[in-house]
């Protein structure tokens, strides 16, 4: 068993309801992304000390290793994760997610930037309400289009965030992000879900009025 599976199984020991640990079975989004802004912080902090006393050949005398504790409090998220989407298959929300290839679900859209005539290839997937994400197009790529990259090895920094229609971005944000273009059709297919849920409602109110 792998050192990531042993710590998933003791997360769900302590999230069982039943015999779990009280602090770790209530926790919620809410309540666990103030501990993982927290344990980041920390971590980053403890190697970059380590760096500098590194720099001038010393070791640092109060170093602490923080990387188990953000570990841990990272496998919360999984776990919320599942119990989250449980919830929205269950509702009548009107909702989306957004995640990347390999990611533990099953895409009901893939975008790509051929899709909105930019010249990239930059796969998101999402999921969502069906009345929200209708199906679209599969996208077809070019051999001129850049390929998405983490590194900034394929192309030039301008290149890259003109082909990702974001050239206000540093070359960092612009790594991060997703084309404002998935947004806009997103929110396009939300505003269409809400003017005819809008219609809908005010047709039933008219047949319930006397005389109709």
């Known amino acids: 068993m792998s050192a990531i599976d042993r710590l998933r199984q003791i997360m769900v020991r302590l999230r069982d309801p039943a015999g779990g640990c009280p602090w770790d079975r209530e926790q919620d989004w809410a309540s666990i992304a103030p501990h993982t802004i927290e344990e980041a912080y920390e971590l980053a902090t403890e190697r970059a000390n380590r760096l500098r006393f590194a720099a001038v050949g ?116 612009s790594r991060n992000a997703i084309p404002p273009a998935y947004t806009e059709w997103i929110g396009t297919q939300l505003l269409a879900h809400l003017s005819e849920a809008t219609r809908l409602d005010t047709a039933a109110t008219e047949a319930e009025r006397p005389g109709n």
């Open 58 to 173: 010393r070791t640092d005398p109060v170093a602490r290793e923080d990387l188990p504790e953000m570990l841990l409090t990272l496998m919360f998220h999984p776990d919320l994760y599942d119990r989250t989407l449980t919830r929205l298959l269950d509702s009548n929300a009107v909702w989306a997610i957004e995640n990347v290839p390999h990611a533990p679900f099953d895409p009901d859209v893939v975008l790509c930037g051929s899709m909105f005539g930019l010249p990239i290839r930059r796969h998101r997937w999402f999921i969502g309400s069906p009345s929200l994400l209708p199906w679209v197009q599969p996208c077809t790529h070019r051999s001129t289009d850049l390929a998405f990259d983490h590194g900034g090895t394929t192309s030039t920094e301008s290149e890259y965030r003109d082909a990702m229609g974001c050239d206000w971005m540093t070359v960092k944000e």
